[in-house]
């Protein structure tokens, strides 16, 4: 589960680098990359939850749980801002990026881990 895991948050890094250039050059994101996105972030986030419930889930793992929930909250209030019809500020965008680098790798450090 954690390689399936690792799998969706890869896709849904792809989007977020695509949405990330369109508001890095000052424009919205088209929101059907948008749902995409964050429901691959959420797939990825109960696939996580549910390796740690089942049990015997490293530390790691659970750390890139907390790190990726927090990457989460970063894309809600993006998401929030975008509702609103407004670009995102660009270092919102980089803080969100780069919280949820951290965690993915985080996850890739316990699935090589195994």
Same mark, same amino acid.
């Given at each position: ?13 792809i ?7 369109? *508001? ?36 790691? *793992?659970?750390? &890139? ?6 990457? &989460?909250?970063? =894309? ?8 609103? =019809? ?5 270092? *919102? *965008?980089f803080?969100?990026?780069?919280v949820?680098?951290? =965690? ?11």
């Open positions: 589960m954690l390689t399936t895991a690792l799998i969706v948050f890869a896709i849904a890094a989007g977020g680098l695509f949405m990330a250039s369109r *508001v890095l050059r000052g424009h919205l994101a088209p929101w059907a990359i948008s749902i995409l996105h964050a429901l691959l972030g959420a797939s990825g986030l109960i696939l996580l939850i549910l390796t740690i419930v089942q049990g015997g889930a490293s530390a790691r *793992v659970t750390a &890139a749980l907390a790190i990726l929930i927090l990457a &989460a909250l970063g =894309g809600f209030f993006l998401a929030s801002i975008h509702l609103r =019809g407004r670009v995102a500020p660009k270092a *919102v *965008v803080v969100h990026a780069g949820a680098i951290a =965690g993915v790798l985080t996850l890739l450090s316990a699935v090589l881990a195994v």
